[in-house]
């Protein structure tokens, strides 16, 4: 099998706005959850998974504009863990009954530089920024790797019934901005 071509973002590079981004890593639009996204990586290594095989882990860079919204959702076996890679800070929420919480990824005070969303929890986030031109750049690892059988998005109803309390963030992801 021919070696694949590493893909590279470079540190501090940015591009003028979010479709030049688009265009220049030749991202997609990420069916159901919203936003763009391109493969980059998935592992060779495989185990033994539910009667099958699969492989350890993937990762995509994920692209979100201003009024973009990726929609509550959550992976049933994977974990994710996201990282800011540049742009504009992103609003993240993941409820879960171990985990409750709001982040936000980006750099500066108050920012973090990645999050961890573990598997089962439900999870939604938005740029901060509402201007088209803006975006957010994430790196996104999977583990074990991402399958579309994996994925389920959120009812927004069942969601605000279990975490009534966080109804006020749930709305901002239950709606999805093409």
């Known amino acids: 099998m021919p070696e694949k071509e590493p893909f590279r973002v ?3 590079r940015s591009w003028k706005d979010a479709e030049t981004c688009i265009r220049s890593l030749q991202l997609s639009p990420l069916p159901r959850e919203g936003g763009f996204f391109r493969r980059i990586h998935t592992s060779e ?6 009667g ?15 009024g973009d919204v990726s929609r ?3 992976l049933r076996s994977a974990e ?5 890679l540049e742009g504009s800070p992103a609003e993240h929420l993941v409820l879960s009954p171990e985990s409750q919480g709001r982040t936000f990824l980006g750099h500066g005070p108050e920012r973090v530089s ?3 969303v573990p598997s089962m929890a439900w999870q939604g986030a938005r740029l901060c920024s ?6 957010g750049l994430f790196g996104i690892t999977v ?10 998005e959120g009812e927004t109803s069942e969601i605000l019934r279990n975490y009534p309390e966080w109804s006020e963030h749930v709305l901002k992801f239950a709606e999805h901005v093409e």
């Open 143 to 152: 583990s074990p790797e991402y399958l579309d059988e994996d994925y389920e």
């Open 52 to 66: 099958g095989f699969r492989r350890s882990a993937s990762s995509i860079l994920y692209l979100l504009r201003g």
């Open 10 to 12: 470079c540190p501090g």
């Open 72 to 74: 509550l959702h959550r």
């Open 80 to 84: 994710e863990l996201w990282f800011f």
């Open 130 to 135: 509402s201007l088209p031109e803006e975006y």
């Open 45 to 50: 290594s495989v185990f033994s998974h539910a």
């Open 114 to 116: 990645h999050v961890l």
